[in-house]
């Protein structure tokens, strides 16, 4: 498809045309920085948990209270950061990277921003401005925790609908995804050509698709028994609250996928650029991401081993085998470096912290598959450690590797590499000093989601590392918001193609122009920027 | 035939496989109905692709084809694209006051639909023009 053939736009400007473009790009950049503003929001409520937590005894808040903390946080990071984040990148870079003008469906790609946006206010409003009470019964709201009787008040049902308007617009957004990647690619831009962010997003989309809907009748099954007196999950009435269980998990695994496949792309991207080398093994990584997107339909249940309900070998077998296309990853990532000229700009810092932490997340998800294992430390400050460290030390040190290694191409503006270096060093050091001390504290004992906890008993020393630690990150989060400032007020301008990069997006200008190209280079390999920028040389 | 409709087979193969895999060992109903619905998605996707040209015999598409030349459809249309749209704000907020009444009083509910239906009209009649 051409995009000679695209057809016209006119120019617009202002906030209004902002918040009603079709155009991918600024949905993409609406996407993240509404998502990056949640992310603020959700560590502001991880930094009052850690200020509780610093001390044992209790100062500053009642525990339903708390349990609105850890609640809001959890739901803001996974479903309102983290994942529309992967959305926001998607919007922007897909079109780039295929040599589309748009994506498939420009009005659905709006509607999916603004159900995305008003269905995360409503989870913020559902745990401070309910009458009657707040969402206090965790990211996963089991049943019959969160029935009526035990959560009252209208902020559950806040919480619930709000929620379904963020699934309803993950939804839309893999359909346009899939569609686009599937029909509109330029002419040359075979699906094996694909840059790796892009396939990995079709994969997310796909398991997307799979797994919300489910999820979403979980919650609708739940909104009836809250509001209408429906039973599907009382056992007195016949019904099965493992049922709900299993309908979350559905979503709730394969979501861990969704989240951080995309940043698995992200870092694909970047690592072959900085070390001046193609990805080692391309149709292997393509194909473990397959694998892992696969597989990680068949592990929802392993969040469920204590239940008894669900067979625990089956699920235990089905996790273990997801470490293998991992390993291939980190085979592909590493051989991509080795013997290469790396350089250290903060994207690759990013990407290698991504790697370091990820890799401590993923080991220790290895043990916890082990229904033995998992036992003992489900519940535990232990799981909460092994979580963040896939989640915070791999998606969010993902997500800064994106945004300093795309951000030229937004804005055709620089960010300072310096002070990009001093944000690396405080997420790394913070990162690892908050939650490395929460293995220590779950493997003796602590459990997760308690206001309060015994002194001398083991807990304290690494409760206090850990709230030192989020300072840390906070100080390195007020230094990249600097580093935008600064970066606006005083820019150097970026030129087109800043770190000789591989993909499509590095052949056209930056920013982009409305359409996106005003001429597509042929694509013959992988890396048709590179081609294009090396035309004639060895390379 | 084109790639995506053999990727919707293998999805297809994997859900209905898996899902059969787990009846056999769990004998647990809830995942295994699970499992074979994600078998039926592509499956239902990929029937509808071979009705509407993705065929073995189809001819081979300029971005299925490794050597294509960016100008092979060059001149194709691709339709327009709407520079900007409120629709989809009106029909969030239909949505919005829909959702609203079921938890503050059903009265909220049909002028929240009403919002949202004329948002898809509108939306319908912009994507005519």
Redesign the interface.
């Known amino acids: 498809?051409?995009t000679?053939?695209?057809?016209a736009?006119?120019e617009?400007s202002g906030v209004?045309?902002w918040?009603?473009?079709?155009?991918h790009k600024k949905i993409g950049v609406l996407y993240c920085v509404t998502a990056f503003a949640f992310f603020l929001v959700g560590g502001t409520l991880a930094g009052m948990m850690r200020l509780e937590l610093a001390d044992p005894g209790r100062a500053f808040f009642e525990p339903g209270t708390y349990n609105g903390l850890f609640t809001i946080h959890g739901t803001v990071m996974i479903f309102l950061f983290v994942a529309p984040f992967g959305s926001g990148l998607a919007n922007y870079l897909i079109p780039l990277q295929i040599?589309a003008?748009?994506m498939a469906f420009?009005?659905?790609n709006?509607?999916s921003?603004?159900?995305f946006t008003?269905g995360g206010c409503?989870i913020l409003l559902s745990g401070v401005a309910s009458a009657g009470g707040g969402a206090q019964m965790g990211w996963y709201a089991y049943p019959p925790l969160s029935a009526g009787r035990m959560s009252p008040g209208?902020g559950p049902?806040?919480w619930i609908?709000g929620l379904?308007?963020v699934a309803v617009a993950a939804v839309m957004t893999a359909v346009n995804i899939v569609t686009t990647v599937?029909?509109?690619?330029?002419?040359?831009?075979?699906?094996w050509?694909l840059p790796i962010f892009t396939w990995n997003m079709v994969i997310v989309s796909?398991l997307g698709?799979?797994a919300f809907p489910?999820a979403l009748a979980g919650f609708a099954l739940l909104?009836l028994e809250r509001?209408m007196g429906g039973l599907a999950f009382a056992p007195a009435a016949g019904g099965d609250p493992v049922?709900f269980q299993?309908?979350f998990w559905?979503l709730g695994h394969p979501e861990v996928y969704i989240l951080i496949l995309p940043f698995f792309g992200v870092i694909t991207e970047i690592i072959p650029v900085f070390s001046r080398k193609p990805l080692f093994g391309y149709t292997g990584f393509v194909l473990a991401t397959l694998a892992i997107g696969?597989l990680s339909?068949?592990v929802?249940?392993h969040h469920m081993f204590t239940t008894g309900a669900?067979?625990n070998p089956?699920f235990a077998a089905m996790t273990l085998l997801i470490a293998v296309p991992t390993g291939v990853k980190f085979f592909n990532w590493t051989g991509s470096m080795w013997g290469g000229k790396i350089v250290f700009p903060t994207a690759m810092l990013f990407s290698i912290g991504f790697l370091l932490n990820f890799l401590i997340g993923g080991v220790t998800g290895v043990m916890l598959a082990a229904p033995a294992i998992d036992f003992h430390a489900a519940d535990s400050y232990f799981l909460v450690a092994h979580f963040h460290y896939t989640m915070m030390g791999g998606a969010v040190f993902g997500i800064f590797a994106a945004i300093y290694f795309w951000y030229p191409k937004m804005t055709g503006r620089m960010l300072r590499e310096r002070m990009g270096k001093a944000v690396f060093a405080l997420m790394f050091i913070g990162f690892n000093v908050t939650f490395w001390p929460q293995f220590e504290a779950g493997l003796r004992g602590m459990p997760r989601r308690v206001v309060d906890y015994p002194a001398n008993a083991g807990y304290e020393t690494p409760n206090l590392l850990s709230s030192l630690g989020y300072v840390v990150m906070a100080v390195g989060v007020l230094f990249f918001l600097a580093d935008l400032w600064v970066s606006k007020r005083k820019p150097v301008e970026a030129g087109d193609d800043p770190w000789d990069g591989y993909s499509l997006e590095w052949a056209t200008t930056s920013p982009p122009p409305e359409h996106n190209f005003d001429?597509?280079?042929?694509?013959?390999s992988e890396r048709p920027a590179f081609d294009l920028h090396h035309e004639g040389a060895d390379g | 035939m084109?790639?995506?409709v053999r990727y919707l087979w293998v999805?297809t193969a994997?859900?209905l496989g898996?899902g059969t895999l787990?009846w056999f060992?769990?004998h647990?109903v809830?995942?295994a109905v699970?499992?074979w619905?994600?078998g039926l998605?592509?499956l239902i996707v990929g029937l509808w692709a071979l009705r509407h040209g993705a065929s073995r015999n189809a001819p081979v598409a300029?971005?299925?084809?490794?050597?294509?030349?960016?100008?092979?459809?060059?001149?194709?249309?691709?339709?327009?694209?709407?520079?900007?749209?409120?629709?989809?704000?009106f029909?969030?907020l239909g949505?919005?006051l829909a959702?609203a009444g079921?938890?503050?009083g059903l009265i909220l509910v049909p002028p929240g639909l009403a919002l949202a239906a004329f948002a898809i009209h509108g939306?319908m009649r912009?994507?005519r023009q």
Do not use: C
């Not at chain 1, 599937?182 to 699906?191: C, K, N, S, V």
């Not at chain 2, 299925?64 to 704000?89: E, H, L, M």
């Open positions: 498809m051409s000679a053939a695209a057809a736009r006119r617009h209004v045309s918040l009603t473009s079709t155009d040599g003008p748009d420009p009005r659905l709006l509607m921003y603004w159900l008003s409503l209208v049902d806040i609908l379904g308007l599937f029909l509109y690619r330029a002419p040359g831009m075979t699906m050509r796909i698709l799979v489910p909104f509001r049922i299993h309908l559905f696969a339909t068949g929802w249940a669900v067979d089956f001429a597509i280079p042929p694509i013959r | 084109k790639p995506f999805l994997f859900g898996v787990y060992i769990a647990e809830t995942g699970l499992l619905a994600f998605m592509p300029p971005e299925d084809d490794p050597n294509a030349d960016p100008s092979t459809d060059a001149g194709t249309s691709v339709g327009s694209f709407p520079a900007v749209t409120v629709w989809p704000i029909f969030v949505l919005l959702g079921l938890i503050y939306l912009e994507s």
